[in-house]
Every structure is written in structure tokens, then in C-alpha cells.
């Protein structure tokens, strides 16, 4: 079974600083996806990010990127230039493999980011 | 353009009432999810459809009833509900296509549910 570890529940970061969240996942499939979703207090899942276990490069989206580290089974997103816009409940998400054409998502626990001046 | 929309933002409902939740993208995608989420918690997997047909149902309680009129469209038909299903209904559609970003799920902003 596929599992989604987030182990930091709070995080405060100043703003224009860059700061990282940690993902450890664990799946005994060699294919699979990883997602970094946010979710402001007004409940909608924005996606940020996302990296395939086949990728060479670390996934990058703005101010967005994804540390992948494949044989440590982390896909840490680091952000970088922190807004205040940025403070809300962030959460990494890996794909289950065997789902046909449907996607079927494994979700972390989530981790709530704090933007302060 | 990656919109997904929901009707109604919030939704007020006795026990007895019989109430639909609609979803609605038009990108295109072949795969579209309802999940459900309690406070502080992750979201979690109620429905799948992939090109219309139901794909997987995670246990669901018969009182909710799904419904994918055509690719375009979602329902969730609620019937008979209790307090504790009050949450966040959240629907996401995906391309439905194996490739890279073809199985991101995208989410719509909800519908907050309260059930009296």
C-alpha cells in the first residue's frame, strides 16, 4: 500500500524567505507521480507542482520547485520569495499506478504554512 | 485554461431533504472525482468516473449517489444525509491520459455542506 508522510503539521516562514516542506512517501511500485497541492482557508485545491518517478530533472513551476530524491523517497517543495499570499494548507499527494486512465491520489497529512512579515 | 466549477458554494440541508451538488469542466477530461473532506483532514476518495463510467466507488454510503450525465458533467445526488457527512465536497477533473501531466487532477472550489 501506498503511504504519504508529512511531518511537519505547522510552518512559519518571513516573507521573501524561501522555505521547505517535506514529503517521504512509500510505494513498492516503480512507476508512480508525486503532486504538491495548496489549499487556501477558502477551500480549493490548487495544484502547484508535480513530478514523475522517471523524470530526470527536478520539477520547477515559478517560485515553485520540487526536491526530488528518489532513493530517500522525499519530494520536498521548496518555496522561494515567500508572499503572504502563499500562507495555506499545503499538501503531497503521490499517484497510485494501477487506476487505468483515472487517477486515484494517496494525500498526506498537510502542512499548514504561515507567512509573516 | 484548467477550470473546474461547483454549484452551490454552500449547501443547508435537514436530514430528510434530497439535494444535488453539480460539477461542470470544460477542458476536456475524460476522468472526474468526488471526494470528501472533514476539517483538517486530507481529502478523501469518494467517486471516479473515467469516459462516463463509474470506475471506482470507495465504499460509499448509498445515500450518496454519483451521476456523469455526459463528459462534462458531474452530480452528486445526496439523500437521507447525516450530520457527520456535513464536510467539504470537493470535485477534480484529470485528461484521463496516462502521459506526464495528463493524470493531474484538477479541483473545483467546493461546496461546504452542512446537514441539520
Known amino acids: 500500500a501506498q503511504k504519504i508522510t508529512q511531518t511537519q503539521p505547522g510552518m512559519f516562514v518571513q516573507e521573501k524567505e524561501a522555505v521547505t516542506l517535506d514529503c517521504t512517501y512509500d510505494t513498492s511500485d516503480p512507476s508512480y507521480g508525486l503532486f504538491w497541492y495548496k489549499q487556501p482557508s477558502s477551500g480549493e485545491m490548487i495544484f502547484l507542482i508535480y513530478?514523475?518517478?522517471?523524470?530526470?530533472q527536478n520539477a520547477t513551476e515559478g517560485r515553485y520547485s520540487l526536491n526530488f530524491q528518489k532513493a530517500r523517497k522525499s519530494a520536498n517543495l521548496v518555496i522561494s520569495a515567500s508572499q503572504l499570499g502563499d500562507s495555506a494548507m499545503y499538501f503531497c499527494?503521490?499517484?497510485?499506478?494501477?487506476?487505468?486512465?483515472?487517477?486515484?491520489?494517496?494525500f498526506g497529512t498537510g502542512t499548514r504554512l504561515q507567512v509573516t512579515l | 485554461d484548467t477550470e473546474v466549477t461547483q454549484t452551490p458554494k454552500h449547501l443547508v440541508m435537514g436530514m430528510t431533504n434530497k439535494k444535488s451538488l453539480k460539477c461542470e469542466q470544460h477542458m476536456g477530461h475524460r476522468a472526474m472525482y468526488w471526494y470528501k473532506q472533514k476539517a483538517k483532514k486530507p481529502p478523501e476518495l469518494m467517486f471516479v468516473y473515467s469516459y462516463e463510467k463509474l470506475s471506482i466507488n470507495e465504499s460509499v454510503p448509498s445515500r450518496f449517489s454519483p451521476e456523469c450525465p455526459n463528459s462534462s458533467l458531474l452530480n452528486l445526488h445526496l439523500h437521507a444525509l447525516q450530520p457527520e457527512d456535513s464536510a467539504l465536497y470537493l470535485c477534480a477533473s484529470s485528461q484521463g491520459s496516462e502521459a506526464g501531466g495528463g493524470v493531474t487532477q484538477y479541483f473545483g472550489p467546493g461546496t461546504r455542506l452542512t446537514v441539520l
Open positions: 499527494a503521490m499517484r497510485e499506478v494501477n487506476t487505468g486512465t483515472a487517477s486515484k491520489l494517496t
Open positions: 513530478q514523475g518517478s522517471y523524470d530526470q
